[in-house]
């Protein structure tokens, strides 16, 4: 259309003569046909003048377009109908470059404003219009309206961005090859996952040589890419999941599996990284065979190496050992110091243990503070593998005992008891041989601790008795059979208070001594549950006798169990129980031992103050048979040192037991402490502590631990109780 108008616009004109009246007949129906053309053409013509920039002529079909008439058009300037977000200096350039004859008609698209706001896209080609003098006048522009094309290509843009970015975001990597056009696409996530960019996938045979760089590893990944291929080709165009080993841009190499979908131009391949399954996979199976703190077998990897290590004997005829190691008081550091001091502790010794390994040894953490380990069977003789496996026993609790451990930078001793028991892989299985030295340290413990003890038949019956205690004091313990008993403890004559003990009348043994059930207590923990009992037995009491005028002044004294104070909530119970059994906190004395002082002394202090502060009394007891020093008595909040019994039973025989009473009432002199002797059971005894000061007793000569009635009768024998 354009060519047409400028070919008609630059025709040449006839020159007028008035004798020709048949040439301006023709000129007018040539211009009536043009104009007719002008104004029915479904393309939008404006003509414009260079000089100006206004519209010279529009036709219909452009005034149409941008909603004006015609007449609204003419002599409008040109630029003020283009969009403000359109840089139409490259327009404005354009133009200038037909005038000055530079080009001979442009074309661009570019949008415009409608009468009523509306923008509007065109597809605008432009031209000059020539004079016969060569002059550029006019330019003549030839318009579409482009808008719903525009809008359906920026539609397409969009959707394609949107699809782009749900491939980027997807958790595999895509990759689209076209075999008519040997073209590739990929996303993000192949990116990530292989490194490859689009400088080295410049076709598909890029791939394959990228991510199989051997020859014969290629060919057989082609090949088998092929065969699926070929399936899929059969089957619907669901290319089979295949698990491949290539390698990424950075050299390293990994596990991917690929399947993919058949496309009519070429196929899309889908590729999971399987590198976080595999780690987790191993990670699972890590787990199931070592411990995850130490990083030693687990109780099932030793049952198996156990097992074939006995197999291996019986092939062999050899025989070998089990040794079995327990950490002494691990569950007092736990309850001390915290868990995070007894898992430092497991791991250092498991550091330890292995440095003791022969290669065809096993070590395994078999549970808690215990661990496990295997010695190979490589001795001809039963007698030659139990003295092998002492040497190493030895070898390990002096390893132990020696090794100062940093544990959140304080140092550490612990010790070990270790149980010993010899196969000969005969009749032997892992369960029982495991069941052997589990006996066996614990006859290590019985024994002692820091010590190491063979597997017997003696051993065997004497641990499964202490088992049979052991669950009749949990059941014991769940029904309330563990009864309180009071001693009575006496000043100048008369009876101040009570200690309160803890006797165990047995449904069919009858009763139980407590040097039988108070140290398998602390062991297994049962002394928490236990204590707790006893403590709220005696503010009970104490909050009864407080309508009774003879016994309403009495104290009552309970042993705290290390375990038990070493609880986080341990003054928060007591405090709890006192305001549940309304009892006088000031007629109620903890009595503490000095193994509690080794763990953690401030903690301790921090503790004592609290519950002093509320009115309670402290009593060290068994004073100086532990580790006591000065710098204790100084630093604790104590209220009474009790002398130990086996000072004063053997103080009238041995010079240096009397030598050790009379320093005892003389600190507790010098600190402001009360002092109290246990264990009086004759009178002489009692003259002899009055003698050098001591005026509190308790003993046999006084009265035996007995029920609440009876000492209560006691109690009223003895008179008015006075403080």
């Known amino acids: 259309m354009l060519d047409f108008l400028l070919r008609w616009l ?59 008439t015609r007449q609204e058009l003419n002599g409008q300037l040109v630029f003020k109908l283009s969009s403000p977000d359109d840089d139409n200096r490259l327009t404005q350039t354009l133009r200038d470059e037909l005038r000055q004859g530079k080009r001979a008609s442009f074309h661009i698209e570019k949008r415009q404003i409608r009468k009523d706001g509306q923008t509007v896209w065109i597809d605008l080609t432009v031209a000059p219009v020539e004079q016969d003098d060569g002059l550029r006048l006019y330019d003549i522009g030839v318009i579409q309206d482009i808008t719903e094309r525009r809008q359906m290509q920026d539609a397409l843009r ?46 598909p045979g890029s791939w394959w040589r990228l991510a199989f760089p051997d020859a014969s590893e290629r060919h057989e990944a082609k090949t088998r890419w092929s065969t699926l291929r070929a399936q899929a080709a059969a089957q619907g165009g669901l290319i089979e999941r295949s698990e491949y080993n290539i390698r990424r841009a950075d050299g390293t190499f990994c596990s991917m599996a690929i399947s993919g979908i058949l496309l009519d131009t070429g196929e899309i391949a889908i590729f999971e990284d399987l590198s976080r399954y595999k780690a987790a996979e191993e990670q699972i199976n890590y787990l199931a065979y070592y411990d995850s703190l130490t990083g030693l077998a687990n109780r099932r990897l030793l049952k198996e190496r156990l097992a074939e290590t006995l197999h291996q004997g019986i092939r062999s005829k050899q025989c070998g050992a089990v040794l079995m190691l327990g950490l002494d008081r691990f569950k007092t550091l736990n309850e001390a110091r915290g868990h995070s ?72 001793r612990g ?10 892989g005969q009749d032997e299985t892992p369960e029982t041989l495991l069941q052997q030295v589990d006996m066996a340290m614990y006859q290590a413990k019985a024994n002692g601790r820091n010590t190491l003890a063979f597997y017997d038949t003696q051993t065997q019956a004497r641990i499964s008795k ?20 009071f001693q009575p403890q006496v000043r100048s004559g008369q009876i101040v208070g009570a200690e309160v003990l803890v006797r165990w009348p047995h449904p069919s043994q009858g ?86 002082l080794l763990q953690n002394v401030e903690s301790t202090v921090i503790k004592m103050q ?44 041995d010079a240096s037991d009397a030598a050790l009473v009379r320093t005892i009432v003389s600190l507790g002199d010098a600190f402001g402490l009360q002092v109290i002797a246990e264990g009086v059971e004759t009178d002489a005894q009692r003259r002899f502590l009055q003698a050098q000061g001591c005026l509190s007793w308790q003993g046999y000569l006084f009265g035996r631990p007995t029920p609440v009635d009876q000492f209560e009768k006691l109690v009223h024998g003895y008179g008015q109780a006075s403080a």
């Open 10 to 68: 630059r025709r040449p004109r006839p020159k007028p003569h008035a004798g020709i009246p048949a040439d301006y007949l023709a000129l007018k129906e040539s211009h009536q046909h043009l104009q007719t053309i002008f104004n029915q053409a479904a393309v939008g013509i404006a003509l414009v003048n260079m000089e100006t920039g206004r519209f010279e002529r529009v036709n219909q079909r452009y005034a149409d377009i941008l909603g004006y």
């Open 158 to 203: 969009v959707s394609e961005a949107h699809l782009r970015n749900i491939l980027d975001h997807l958790p595999l990597g895509i990759l689209q090859s076209g075999s008519a056009t040997q073209r590739v696409f990929y996303n993000r996530n192949f990116m990530d996952m292989t490194g490859y960019s689009s400088k080295e996938l410049v076709n």
């Open 341 to 412: 001091c007894g898992d430092q502790l497991l791991r250092q010794v498991a550091q330890q243990l292995r440095a003791c390994l022969q290669p065809d040894d096993t070590l395994a953490r078999y549970a808690g503070d215990t661990f496990v380990l295997v010695m190979a069977a490589s001795q001809q003789t039963p007698d030659k593998a139990a003295q092998q496996a002492s040497q190493l026993g030895q070898k390990i609790l002096l390893i132990l005992r020696s090794a100062s451990i940093l544990l959140d930078g304080q140092s550490y």
């Open 415 to 424: 010790t070990a008891s270790i149980g010993v028991a010899v196969f000969q």
């Open 466 to 485: 202490r088992a049979k205690l052991e669950a009749d004091l949990q059941i014991a313990i769940e029904q309330g059979q563990l009864q309180p008993y």
């Open 511 to 596: 009763l139980i001594s407590p040097a039988q059930f108070i140290p398998l207590a602390e062991e297994t923990g049962l002394i928490i549950p236990l204590g707790g009992q006893i403590l709220r037995a005696a503010c009970l009491q104490l909050a009864q006798w407080q309508q009774d005028p003879v016994l309403a002044k009495l104290t009552l004294s309970v042993n705290i169990s290390p375990l038990q104070f070493y609880r986080e909530d341990f003054v928060d119970q007591v405090l709890d129980v006192l305001q549940q059994t309304g009892a006088n906190p000031r007629l109620l004395g903890l009595e503490i031992t000095e193994s509690l």
């Open 610 to 653: 609290q519950l002093k502060a509320q009115g309670l009394r402290f009593a060290l007891d068994d004073f100086g048979t532990g580790y006591s020093s000065l710098a204790y008595l100084k630093r604790l909040p104590l209220d009474e040192l009790k002398i130990d019994q086996s000072f004063v039973q053997d103080a009238l025989g």
